[in-house]
């Protein structure tokens, strides 16, 4: 008889494996439309939901992008004109972002994460269950995060274990 375990890991890695499909090809969709990638609609939602001027560190912490990831994307962003960054008169060290009324106009035009069905279908379902899912996929992000490697590079690799940019 199989091990019952190893038949949910199994199942589980299939769903995710669906999940990543489901969500490239809306990635793939907003890009036509909108001609943002998800990392960089994210970081520009951050920026939104942040609220007025805001740093890149916070950003990333909001995005859980790295900070080297966010300042590449805010480049791109400010490039199509979607945010704007400004020194700090303060801390000249310190970088201020903030949204521009197109980065604000394309975030209004951007279709709902995963699309309305599965929205719709979401919250259709009781109050609990919604818990419950919302609760299992905060638990599955933080096994898979804790599974990230850290530390020290593998031997020849200074970017093993790095994030791949993003945008």
């Known amino acids: 008889m199989a091990d019952p375990g190893a038949l949910d890991l199994l199942t589980l890695q299939q769903s995710l494996r669906r999940i990543a499909h489901a969500t490239e090809v809306h990635s793939r969709r907003i890009d036509r439309e909108l001609g943002l990638t998800l990392p960089q609609l994210s970081v ?23 900070p080297p990831t966010v300042v590449g994307i805010l480049d791109k962003l400010a490039a199509k004109g979607m945010v704007v ?16 009324d197109a980065g604000a106009q394309a975030l209004a035009r951007i279709p709902v994460p995963a699309g309305e069905a599965f929205r719709m279908a979401f919250l259709a379902l009781d109050p609990a269950a919604r818990a419950r899912i919302t ?9 898979m995060e804790a599974s990230v490697p850290q530390g020290p590079f593998p031997p020849g690799r200074a970017d093993a274990g790095a994030p791949a940019p993003l945008g």
């Open 44 to 66: 520009l939602s951050c920026v939104r939901d942040l609220g007025g001027t805001v740093t890149s560190r916070a950003i990333a912490a909001a995005a859980y992008l790295s």
């Open 85 to 100: 960054r400004e020194r700090s008169d303060r801390d000249r060290r310190i970088v201020h972002v903030r949204l521009t």
């Open 135 to 143: 609760e299992a996929f905060h638990c599955v992000a933080q096994m």
